[in-house]
């Protein structure tokens, strides 16, 4: 079993900054993809950002240039830093981590963008 932590969320006028975190604990195997995804109520949840365990990584078109993920993997954490916000940004941030035929998610964290 897997357990993910997120943190970081908040409320950040746009054009701002947030930097957040989410730390695996559980049986990690080896090579592993962690992942942000984020959802508003009423739509699906949407993929923001991955990257592997070799440091492949992966944006959606709309927050390329913008944000950045990286990890540690000796820490089993991924980081999502979002420059530039703008208040479609906003939503329930979710972490994800994909090893072999298994999904994990964590709770969640919200982002606020705006005045």
């Known amino acids: 079993q897997v357990q993910l932590v997120e943190s970081g969320g908040g409320l950040v006028q746009p054009g701002g900054s947030l930097r957040l975190s989410c730390a695996a604990s559980?049986?990690?195997?080896?090579?592993?993809?962690m992942g942000w995804y984020r959802q508003v109520p009423g739509k699906q949840r949407e993929m923001v950002a991955l990257?592997?365990?070799?440091?492949?990584?992966d944006y959606a078109d709309s927050v390329k240039g913008r944000f950045t993920i990286s990890r540690d993997n000796a820490k089993n954490t991924v980081y999502l830093q979002m420059n530039s916000l703008k208040p479609e940004d906003t939503a329930v941030y979710f972490c994800?981590?994909?090893?072999?035929?298994?999904?994990?998610w964590g709770q969640g964290t919200q982002v606020t963008v705006s005045l």
């Open positions: 994800k981590l994909s090893q072999y035929v298994n999904d994990y």
């Open positions: 990257i592997t365990t070799r440091d492949t990584a």
């Open positions: 559980g049986n990690i195997f080896r090579f592993n993809v």
